[in-house]
């Protein structure tokens, strides 16, 4: 089939082609609108069509061996999911609410006490993470665009609070990156964690591209933490001069999928490319991704290649591209039992090519198949999480949450 020749990001290309000046005044009129999520979390929930648990119904799709059930609509933007419990998942809107679904009546309830969200462009409330130790200790790991200078810039900033009834309490900024600029593009921002008391997460170029060369900020670049926020004493940079110390890999333009392997003890990344060149990244400790000095895409104010060529001697090559791009908007290693041909494989949400993206992984990390799933709902998929049972929850921009069975 014939496929699009161009990536469309949450952010409109044009943005690129649009004089400086122009983008100042654009950005300072929508970036006047922050979002004081507590403020607004019950009415705009309120008003939300919901599917209630006796309208709850299959998805009608071509893949014979699926089946499809619409648990819930009416989200704004679903950036994030995670599972609570094995039958409750906690949902971020980027326009900054959080909500809590129960999987068996169906039923949503907001929950309050979010910080400011500056929601515009690509930035607002983002990845939801439950940490590994939930039971043990409550923590709930956020990641959002912070309004910086009375709002007139932002910066991503990686967060964690607890869960109180219906409301956040001990929120905690952890790392308010050093990412902060008056363009609304290239937030990153998924997390993972390692099970072994770390937490990643990656930030983007910020529209700035060179940034991403540039080790004395964040941009452009996936850190790693300790769960509390404190820095790994074996992080990679610790020690070199002006860099920073949280950094794990850079050279990203734009990482928003970001998945841990515990079995294989691996983190694995997807990133958004320019025009073309979208990639898939083994993350290994210390290493030069290459953005923009190698790059698979063109520039997208004419048919010419970025950087240097796609390779580099030093910098890390792909272990996936894709040309055109499908614009990936989350990553998840699978490891569950309820799709057993599927153990390992790689599953990226498309955004531009509105598809399930399924990429085979070999014994020695090379993209050996892919299959391109669902193509036939024309949905943005954006963020995607694995049940306790294996099976697969998907977020799409048109505001559902599907479930993906094994047909019975």
């Given at each position: 089939m014939r496929l699009g020749s161009l990536e469309q990001q949450d952010y409109l290309s044009d943005w690129c082609l649009m004089p400086k000046l122009m983008k100042l005044k654009l950005l300072r009129v929508r970036f006047s609108k922050v979002i004081l999520s507590l403020g607004i979390l019950a009415s705009s929930v309120a008003s939300a069509p919901l599917v209630s648990a006796e309208s709850a119904k299959p998805i009608a799709q071509n893949?014979?061996?699926?089946?499809?059930?619409?648990?819930?609509?009416?989200?704004?933007?679903?950036?994030?999911?995670?599972?609570?419990?094995?039958?409750?998942?906690?949902?971020?809107?980027?326009?900054?609410?959080?909500?809590?679904?129960?999987?068996?009546?169906?039923?949503?309830?907001?929950?309050?006490?979010?910080?400011?969200v500056l929601a515009d462009g690509q930035g607002g409330l983002l990845d939801i993470a439950v940490s590994p130790n939930y039971v043990g200790q409550g923590w709930i790991y956020f990641t959002y665009s912070k309004p910086i200078d009375d709002g007139d810039a932002a910066a991503t900033t990686l967060a964690r609070a607890r869960l109180e009834g219906q409301r956040l309490i001990d929120w905690q900024d952890l790392l308010v990156t050093d990412s902060?600029?008056?363009?609304?593009?290239?937030?990153?921002?998924?997390?993972?964690?390692?099970?072994?008391?770390?937490?990643?997460?990656?930030?983007?170029?910020?529209?700035?591209?060179?940034?991403?060369?540039?080790?004395?900020?964040?941009?452009?670049?996936?850190?790693r933490l300790n769960l509390d926020g404190s820095l790994p004493s074996d992080n990679p940079f610790i020690g070199v001069d002006s860099a920073r110390a949280e950094i794990w890999?850079?050279?990203?333009?734009?990482p928003q999928g970001l998945a841990f392997d515990w079995q294989q003890k691996q983190l694995w990344s997807i990133e958004h490319g320019p025009r073309g060149g979208d990639e898939i990244n083994l993350i290994e400790k210390g290493q030069n991704y290459g953005w923009p000095i190698i790059s698979y895409g063109k520039e997208y104010w004419g048919p010419f290649s970025i950087g240097e060529g796609t390779h580099k001697k030093g910098l890390q090559q792909p272990v996936k591209v894709y040309i055109p791009s499908i614009a990936p908007g989350s990553l998840i290693v699978y490891r569950g039992e309820a799709f057993a041909e599927w153990q390992g494989n790689l599953f990226a949400g498309a955004l531009k090519l509105k598809h399930l993206n399924r990429v085979e992984i070999s014994a020695d990390n090379q993209a050996v198949a892919e299959e391109r799933l669902l193509i036939d709902l024309d949905e943005r998929v954006r963020a995607m999480v694995q049940s306790p049972e294996g099976h697969l929850l998907i977020s799409t921009d048109s505001g559902k949450i599907i479930r993906i069975l094994p047909r019975r």
């Open positions: 893949h014979s061996d699926l089946q499809l059930e619409l648990i819930a609509s009416g989200f704004d933007i679903p950036w994030g999911m995670s599972f609570l419990s094995s039958t409750t998942l906690l949902i971020n809107e980027r326009a900054g609410r959080l909500s809590l679904l129960d999987l068996e009546s169906l039923k949503r309830i907001s929950i309050a006490g979010l910080p400011e902060a600029t008056d363009s609304g593009q290239h937030f990153g921002s998924r997390i993972a964690f390692d099970h072994q008391g770390h937490i990643f997460f990656g930030v983007g170029d910020r529209g700035e591209r060179d940034q991403a060369q540039n080790l004395s900020n964040h941009m452009g670049s996936i850190l890999s850079y050279g990203h333009r734009n």
